[in-house]
T-cell receptor, first 113, second 112 residues
């Protein structure tokens, strides 16, 4: 199993550009989530999904969109990038919402100029 | 409002001694608590967890203690090893929502 994979590993955007961060898992996990990590702020939940077709907002959802059309994939979209979205983004998955031993991907480092 | 707080940004201990990392939470609906370990340029990895119906869980060198009345949990590492040097995140969840909320993290340095 590849586990949780994220692409790209690094990305530089200009303010106003859009992009999609990809996340995929091959463990047949129902629960997937996106976090951002910023210095002194820890990991903050952006959006999460408890299964295909179901998504919900986390702590810091503004500026981000998600969809979950398949169990395997959970892309994160930035519609109009802002410098405040410069961060490291982590995708995670687990068997179910009640099993929170989540498996994390290696992260995407995003810089918005 | 930070629902999970790790008030010590860093901790330095000598190899072989005990490391104690602390975490406080404010949401009384949290019913499951976890600790994650993170090395630079890697994703966090699960370390140990505890349900709110317990006050202690042990796994090898790692023990997590939960004090529900104080809304406080701690991670004890005994004995500490240089390979334990990493950032440790405390996390909490409400089972019915599935959301996992993290603290700010504590950087542990274990000196040889």
């Amino acid at each position: 199993n590849a586990g949780v994979t994220q692409t790209p590993k690094f990305q530089v955007l200009k303010t106003g550009q859009s992009m999609t961060l990809q996340c995929a898992q091959d463990m047949n996990h129902e629960y997937m989530s996106w976090y951002r990590q910023d210095p002194g702020m820890g990991l903050r939940l952006i959006h999460y999904s408890v299964g295909a077709g179901i998504t919900d907002q986390g702590e810091v959802p503004n500026g981000y969109n998600v969809s979950r059309s398949t169990t395997e994939d959970f892309p994160l979209r930035l519609l109009s990038a802002a410098p405040s979205q410069t961060s490291v983004y982590f995708c995670a998955s687990s068997y179910s919402p009640s099993n929170n031993e989540q498996f994390f991907g290696p992260g995407t480092r995003l810089t918005v100029l | 409002d930070q629902q999970v707080k790790q008030n010590s940004p860093s901790l330095s201990v000598q190899e072989g001694r005990i490391s104690i990392l602390n975490c406080d939470y404010t949401n009384s609906m949290f019913d499951y608590f976890l600790w994650y370990k993170k090395y630079p340029a890697e994703g966090p990895t699960f370390l140990i967890s505890i349900s709110s119906i317990k006050d202690k869980n042990e796994d090898g060198r790692f023990t997590v203690f939960l004090n529900k009345s104080a809304k406080h949990l701690s991670l004890h590492i005994v004995p500490s090893q240089p390979g334990d040097s990493a950032v440790y995140f405390c996390a909490a969840s409400e089972t019915n929502t599935g959301k996992l909320i993290f603290g700010q993290g504590t950087t542990l340095q274990v000196k040889p």
